[in-house]
């Protein structure tokens, strides 16, 4: 499969815990995004990295919120001392060429704070 | 205000019906308009691209109106594989997309 992949597709954690999602784009896709999403809601925009280079982040994205993209291939997203409103699929996506809009996204990691 | 509003629906339809969902902005300096398809708990899925010419894909069209800040995508025939939400996008310029809150749509026997 060349699609996007994550890991893990769920978490459970307990409130105050540190997680950590891995995303693994398309391998020859330079540009990768984080979402997040709630039920009843659509997918809502964290952060992009263009190869190792993190270019824009959400007023979403706090201080808790880290995200990386060491060689400009996965990208990990970290989340400090969750909250239960956390708690949403985070889903990552990979493109090629923006200007055609057309992201790949994964089937994301359900995240579920206790 | 968000800036992609959707009617949530449900919208349900018999199979071989037509159904039409509306979607507007509130940013005209929006560049970039698509659909993207959401099934039951998997991601989304880019359905089509909109143009201002109005684009055709098999039993899907998509309409855009810059002037009234207005998306459209029609289906025709619709088939019980149809049931999803349906996710209207706009890209401002920047690398985020930003969807609405998405249509959902059963289709029945």
């Known amino acids: 499969d060349t699609g996007v992949s994550q890991d893990p597709r769920h978490k459970i954690t307990k409130r105050g815990q540190n997680v950590t999602f891995r995303c693994d784009p398309i391998?020859?896709?330079?540009?990768l995004y984080w979402y997040r999403q709630t039920l009843g809601q659509g997918p809502e925009f964290l952060t992009y990295?263009?190869?190792?280079?993190?270019?824009?982040k959400s007023r979403l994205l706090s201080d808790r919120f880290s995200a990386e993209r060491p060689k400009g291939s996965f990208s990990t997203l970290e989340i400090q001392r969750t909250e239960q409103g956390d708690s949403a699929m985070y889903l990552c996506a990979s493109s090629l060429d923006f200007g055609t809009g057309e992201q790949y996204f994964g089937p994301g990691t359900r995240l579920t704070v206790t | 205000r968000k800036e992609v509003e959707q009617d949530p629906g449900p919208f349900n339809v018999p199979e071989g019906a037509t159904v039409a969902f509306n979607c507007t902005y509130s940013?005209?300096?929006?560049?970039?308009f698509f659909w993207y398809r959401q099934d039951c708990r998997k991601e989304p899925k880019l359905l089509m691209s909109v143009y201002s010419s109005g684009n055709e894909d098999g039993r899907f069209t998509a309409q855009l109106n810059r002037a009234s800040q207005y998306i459209s995508l029609l289906i025709r025939d619709s088939k019980l594989s149809d049931s999803a939400t349906y996710l209207c996008v706009v890209n401002r310029g920047g690398y985020a997309l930003n969807f609405g809150k998405g249509t959902s749509l059963l289709v029945t026997p």
């Open positions: 990295f263009q190869n190792e280079a993190q270019l824009e």
């Open positions: 391998s020859e896709h330079n540009r």
């Open positions: 940013n005209s300096a929006s560049q970039s």
